[in-house]
């Protein structure tokens, strides 16, 4: 295919695409959840000046799209706990002493990394070399739903996998804080037959972890899970021979048990558990989860998880349906105050929400070059918007899944390309890394709510202790607009620094901030941290930027 035709078929996905979509999609009322303790460690941050930045000529001309930030009345405080991220043991452990894993994830601000990853949590035995290192009642072979199996996952299996001891020298080499899914099925599966003695087994169990890491390694862990996806079909423990299906009102009073055992060696911890994230469901498991749940755990766990990946299972997205489904998606956290708001003697944001998993997930390939793939630009524009929108709505954390996964010609969703990515070399950061990036560079601590006359441009506001405003300015759909902005109550900033993430091509691997980009067929720049800033002079409170089609600027004005 010559790159005219090439370029022709890209362009008649993105436009067949948007004749698909709605004429527009709106934007939620801001601050619908409640952080609460996840703020309690807030830290100001402090704006560090660009060591090269390029002087540019000052944006000029009519704007088409127009938003004010006023600065004087913020919406919340950040948690740093937004900027989250998993890993699974399935990674090389040999990354660990690898600089281009480790310190790109500090790069990125990385402040909380969750093992051992997913569904793998709820067959994991964490301190087992083999089947007899096991606690008591671990069968050697664990009963899936429709008639699969699989073996206990052991956390010192083997030579390759990324173990407790290797996932612990992680959160120490990056100083990130953790958050452990423990196994919660083995309750279920467990073949001893008491319900009760299993129940209390598993707990002692997932206490034996807390003990080990904060107690004996004094690791200070703050974040533990009681399972992964617990109402899900696909879990281990969803259904059980001769025991049944799940029940959530026992997950919910089984948690409590978790609970108690837990905090009972180390009662700083935090706990969440399992919630269910959708308004509608067929499944008669998930359809009274939150309902049975909720009563069972309130005032007992400290903040509620939910999952979600924003489209249906079998989309193939274009680059503006994976940047709006941010906001066409049902609210999460709306769905989980409408069961509060039906117990009785209870309301809205009575617990804090987590998303301990997100991400896009269109099912475009590379190969057949039909629509944005996950690990394309419009994949990292989708990234930096649902960043922004999860602290505006209200989250206390957010971990993206995840930072190592598998190629899968264009579904994969982790940060660092895999080794089945054939075409560059092994950890080469897909576009999600540099958002992260330069959100940990250019974003304060405090947010501001910013609408824009555009609902397909978006603008996520931060100011800075040190006295400088952060913006992301997100343009999610294929014209080019000029913004304006007009800042209000805040009349002493004289400098704009700008880095631009732009690509042509919105389908593409690539990424280039400020023009420049690296030598592979996928990334950005090698040397990211040396792209001089664009900087221009301002004459008076009104910014100005050139938003070209899918493309994010992040905005210092200082």
Excluded at 21 to 41: E, H, K, M
Excluded at 47 to 65: E, H, L, R, W, Y
Excluded at 326 to 332: C, M, Q
């Amino acid at each position: 295919m010559s790159a005219k035709e090439e370029f022709l078929s890209i362009l008649f996905v993105v436009l067949f695409s948007i004749a698909c979509l709605p004429p527009s999609y709106s934007q939620r009322p801001a601050l619908t959840g409640n952080p609460d303790w996840f703020l309690d460690d807030w830290q100001p941050r402090t704006f560090s000046t660009p060591k090269k930045s390029n002087a540019v000529i000052c944006p000029s001309g009519d704007a088409s799209v127009t938003a004010e930030l006023d600065l004087s009345t913020p919406l919340t405080k950040i948690s740093k706990y937004i900027f989250g991220n998993n890993l699974g043991i399935w990674v090389n452990r040999a990354n660990l002493e690898n600089e281009e894993f480790v310190i790109p994830i500090q790069d990125m601000g990385t402040s909380i990394i969750r093992y051992p990853g997913g569904n793998a949590s709820n067959d994991f035995f964490w301190n087992a070399a083999d089947l007899s290192d096991c606690p008591l009642g671990v069968p050697d072979t664990i009963w899936k739903n429709n008639g699969r199996y699989t073996p206990p996952k052991l956390g010192y299996e083997g030579n390759f996998k990324f173990s407790p001891e290797h996932y612990y020298q992680l959160l120490l080499r990056t100083g990130a804080t953790g958050s452990i899914c423990i196994n919660y099925s083995f309750a279920l599966y467990g073949e001893i037959a008491d319900e009760d003695e299993r129940v209390q087994l598993a707990a002692a169990y997932a206490a034996d972890w807390v003990r080990d890491a904060n107690i004996k390694r004094n690791l200070g862990i703050k974040f533990w899970e009681i399972g992964n996806e617990n109402w899900g079909p696909w879990q281990a423990g969803y259904s059980v021979p001769e025991r049944g299906r799940i029940d959530p009102a026992k997950y919910g009073k089984h948690c409590r048990v978790f609970i108690e055992a837990m905090k009972s060696v180390d009662p700083s911890i935090k706990i969440g558990v399992v919630g269910y994230q959708k308004p509608k469901t067929n499944n008669p498991v998930q359809s009274e989860w939150n309902a049975k749940v909720l009563p069972e755990i309130l005032g007992h766990a400290d903040y509620y998880i939910l999952h979600d990946y924003f489209t249906d299972f079998k989309a193939i997205l274009s680059p503006e349906q994976m940047f709006a489904s941010v906001d066409t998606a049902y609210s999460h956290i709306q769905v989980v105050n409408d069961a509060l708001e039906k117990l009785d003697g209870t309301g809205a944001n009575a617990i804090p929400i987590a998303l301990t998993e997100f991400n896009t997930r269109s099912r475009a390939t590379i190969s057949a070059n039909d629509g944005a793939t996950n690990v394309s630009h419009s994949a990292g524009l989708f990234i930096s918007h649902a960043l922004g929108e999860f602290i505006r709505q209200g989250y206390g954390s957010a971990m993206m899944w995840d930072l190592v996964n598998g190629y899968s010609d264009g579904e994969d969703h982790g940060v660092f390309s895999s080794p089945k990515e054939y075409d560059v070399p092994e950890l080469t950061p897909h576009p999600s890394f540099y958002h992260y990036y330069l959100y940990n560079k250019c974003f304060g601590d405090t947010y501001f709510d910013v609408r824009t006359n555009n609902d397909k441009v978006r603008i996520h506001a931060s100011s800075f202790s040190s006295g400088e405003v952060g913006l992301v300015i997100l343009n999610g759909s294929p014209k080019s607009h000029k913004v304006s902005i007009n800042v209000k109550n805040d009349g002493n900033f004289d400098t704009a620094y700008q880095f631009e993430v732009y690509n042509e091509n919105p389908l593409s691997r690539k990424t280039f901030i400020n023009g420049m980009t690296g030598p592979h067929v996928a990334g950005g720049p090698e040397q990211y941290w040396k792209v001089p800033a664009n900087k221009w002079t301002l004459s008076d409170s009104l910014l100005l930027i050139d938003s070209p089609p899918f493309s994010a600027n992040y905005i210092v004005l200082d």
